[in-house]
């Protein structure tokens, strides 16, 4: 059974992509990794365009959720990366997700507004035992 692995953060811009990208290269070295591109902007797709790596896109919050799911019989790690907003989309990824990364820029301003990302983390957090 994968693991899913969501990469959010509600502000535009902090390294959602990147991370979701170098975590691809990395884990597919490990073992079978399949990148879910969740964001319109579809920037993870362009950037695998080409390269040897297993992605699909998937934006509607429902099927991204099922997709996932079902992917972890499929893949060891089923990595997100979500649009810089945090709609149906990132929440679907977020609820789905053993582990959520928040890439964050270091400022002040940065910090703050990944807040409302971390709170709805938290309170997305169910307890299984
Ligand atoms: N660790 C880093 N250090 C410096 N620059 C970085 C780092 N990670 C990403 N960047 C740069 O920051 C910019 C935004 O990165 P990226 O597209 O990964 O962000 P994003 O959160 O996915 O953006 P969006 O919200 O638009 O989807 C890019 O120019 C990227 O090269
Ligand atoms: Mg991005």
Redesign the pocket.
Known sequence: MGKVIAVA?QK????????AVHLLHWCSQQSSTLLIDA?S?E?STRWVQGRDYNCQIERNPDDLFELAQDQTDNYQYVIIDC??SLGEVTKAAIYCSELVLV?VQPGVLDVDSARSTFRHIHSSQVKTE
């Open positions: 953060n535009g811009g902090t390294g959602k992509t990147s991370c964001d902007q920037s649009p810089a890439p």
